[in-house]
Structure formats: C-alpha cells, structure tokens
C-alpha cells in the first residue's frame, strides 16, 4: 500500500513524472520542473515569489514516440490522448462539442500529480471544437456558467488515481523489455483516436467509432476498400484477417489530428529579464519572429486604452520565452496572465466545482502560440484565441466518476 513505501522509494517515482525516455539532455530539461507548482503573476505588480513559482510550457518533438506512452504519464499537445484511465473514459455528451454536435478534438493533456494519495497520478485534459464559429458562442456561454447546462466547445477533464491502482505498477518502469505489457484499454475510434468506440461499422464489424459522424467520414475516405477486403476474408474464413486487421484499423485515419508534441518545462525566473533577444528561449523549434504573427494578431484587434495597456504588460512578461504555449500554477491566489483586460471572469463568473461544489482556482493557461506548432493558418475564420485558463477543483475532489469535468475561460482577442 502506497502508505507503507518508504520515502525513497516516493522520492523515485517523482522522478519519473519529469524524466523523459529521449535522451539524457531531456532528462536534464525536465528536471528543472521536479516541482510542477506554477504562479502566474497578478496583473501588473507581482512579487519575486510568484515569478519564481511560474512554470513554463514548450513543445518539442520526442525522439522516441514511445515516451509518450500512458504509462510513463506525459505531459503532451496534439495527437491523440494518452488517457491515465484507459477504462472509464468520458461518455455522452461529454465527448462532443455541445453547439455543433462534432466530437471534440484533443488539444493537450498535463501530468500534475499532487501531495494526496488519491491525486498521486493527476492528469488534465483538454478538448475543443475546432469551429472558429462555436468558440465565438463558448465564449458567451462561458457568462452562463451558474445555468445547469451551458454550451461549451471547451471542455476540460482531470482524472486522478491512487498510487495502488489496477492499471499501473506501484513502482516506476524500469524503461526496457522487463517492464509488465499495459493493459488493456477501451476501443478507441478507428478515426479520431481520442474516444471510445462505441459504434461499429455495419460492413466489416471491426472497425469502430466514437459517432456516426465519425463513421461517415472514414467511409468517404478510404474505410470502404479496406471494408471490403475485411468482409471478403470474413466470408472466406480467413483467420489471417485477424492479425492484419490491427495495423489497417488501429492507426488514426483522420489527417485533422494536430501534430503531436511532447511539453517539457522550465521555471520562468530561469529567463533572466536582461537576457539578450536571440537567446531566448533555448527550447525554441522556430525563430521568435515567425511565433510573433500569432501575438500580433492579436495586438490588431484592440479597441481601448486599457486594452493596450493590458497587452503592453502582457507582451513585455512573454518576450522572455516568446515560444511559450503553456503557463502552469496553482499556488494559492494565482491568476491567468491576461492579453488583454476586456473579457476577463469575475470571482462571481467561475463556478463552483460540480462534484463537491468547493471553489475553483486557477492551474494553467494555454497560450495562442501553441495555434502556429498546430499548423493553424491565420485566416478570417480560422481557430485563434488570446488564451485559455484553466480553473479546477481545489480540494481535487474524489468524485465516483473517472473523468471530472473542469471549468475553462476562453479569452478571444
């Protein structure tokens, strides 16, 4: 039982929730973050210890896929889930934006384990619409969040487990072939990769999918040869259809999938304010000047003084790490870095919890940087924001259901 360890042996897991299966330097980089506590500053006036606590996000391509893996519980954007509950996934209509009715597409997830037996793993989740048109109308829906029902197209899940749990070794994995196979988890959907698969295509009867929607568009793009094949084996009695039938339906077939990233961390009072421009932000995978687009286009849209002060402060904390995509804390009192001053939730606005009606706080912001590592283009009526916050349980509540849905506040520039 995970009271009987030793403190050691504690102190080793924690190593595994930063260390990286890459390389040694990623090792090195990752675990400068040992400490995944983040404060994010007030508005303009902020002391040295929340600057010391703020934790910054970068994406970086793993050199090893399999670092990823649920089982080495990443912190990772694009892609497909790495669900930390492969078993109990969110069902109905948590699964789908709730103003267009599409399945939502994953965007990132952070490993965020805390000081409580039951949060010893802690995963968070994020989810959105990719309809410019529905996060326009989530962001007036986020006004009605004391209704029962608001439409959101923005949807944030934590899942926590216990050390002693039926899906992980108590132990740390040892990183090689000893290591015990995962076990199994739910069928996914042969076309999103994110959500269970809980409808099954009446041709082949293999493949499966989170929704009709789902269905359709892998018929339209390339499912019906590989329907065919399967149900012609299946007339024939062909058991070898079955040890092929994994590697033509297991893969993701939607090319809609955002790129796939690993997040690693570094503290933000790392950045030094005099450090010159073109050091920067060593983890950078591209020249600040090509991420500026996506922050200037913002800037575009400001109407008000306030607004431009706002964003003056905002542009000047940010230009230290310029390629941030993620700003992580949740110490007590901590605040989103604002872009802009228009739109930002009063106390009032952000919700209770809705399992042990116990206050929301604040834990991450998405950064709209992370729209150009997508591959986003910067159109009319593309997908864009000023940021995402990020608000969850305080008490990490245990509630009998899997997945808890958390709160986001969507910021549009």
Avoid at 138 to 148: A, I, L, N, T, V
Avoid at 322 to 333: D, K, S
Avoid at 363 to 383: A, G, H, R, T
């Amino acid at each position: 039982m995970a009271g009987g360890l030793k403190d050691d042996d504690t102190e080793e897991f924690k190593g595994l929730r930063i260390t990286s299966l890459d390389d040694e330097s990623d090792e090195e980089e990752e675990q400068k973050e040992q400490d995944i506590v983040i404060d994010e500053g007030d508005e303009e006036e902020e002391d040295e210890e929340a600057r010391n606590s703020v934790v910054l996000g970068f994406v970086k391509k793993p050199k090893k896929a399999r670092s990823l893996l649920r089982h080495f519980f990443p912190s990772k954007a694009g892609g497909v889930p790495a669900w930390l509950d492969p078993e109990n996934l969110p069902s109905r209509r948590s699964c789908f934006c709730d103003i267009c009715d599409e399945p939502l597409q994953f965007v990132l997830q952070v490993y965020a384990p805390e000081e409580k037996q039951s949060a010893f793993h802690r995963t968070l989740f994020v989810f959105m619409c990719t309809s410019m048109v529905c996060l326009r109308r989530d962001q007036h829906e986020q006004w009605k969040c004391h209704q029962d029902k608001p439409s959101r197209s923005v949807k944030v899940f934590r899942c926590q487990l216990p050390r002693d749990n039926p899906f992980y070794s108590s132990e740390p994995p040892k990183k090689d072939s000893t290591d015990p196979p995962l076990k199994a988890g739910a069928a996914l959907c042969n076309w999103c990769g994110s959500w269970k698969g809980i409808k099954r295509c009446t041709g082949c009867r293999r493949a499966l999918y989170c929704s009709e929607k789902h269905w359709v568009k892998h018929s339209r793009t390339g499912h019906e040869h590989d329907c065919q094949r399967l149900r012609i084996s299946s007339q024939l009695g062909d058991s070898s259809s079955d040890e092929t039938t994994p590697a033509v339906l297991l893969k993701v077939a939607s090319n809609n999938v955002w790129p796939e990233y690993k997040i690693i961390q570094e503290s933000e009072s790392s950045y030094d304010t005099d450090m010159p421009d073109d050091t920067v932000c060593t983890n950078s995978l591209v020249s600040s000047n090509r991420t500026d687009d996506a922050l200037m286009s913002i800037a575009e849209n400001f109407e008000g003084d306030d607004d431009r002060k706002s964003w003056a402060s905002f542009h000047e904390r940010i230009a230290l790490a310029p390629e941030q995509v993620l700003r992580y804390c949740r110490i007590p009192g901590a605040k989103p870095l604002w872009p802009v001053s228009s739109g930002r939730p009063s106390k009032a606005d952000i919700p209770k919890c809705s399992y042990c009606a116990g206050p929301l706080c604040f834990e991450f912001q998405i950064m709209p940087q992370l729209l150009f590592y997508f591959n986003v283009k910067n159109d009319v009526d593309s997908l864009d924001w000023a940021t995402i916050a990020v608000y969850t349980c305080e008490a990490s509540c245990d509630a009998s259901v899997a997945y808890k849905e958390e709160f986001a506040w969507v910021q549009l520039s």
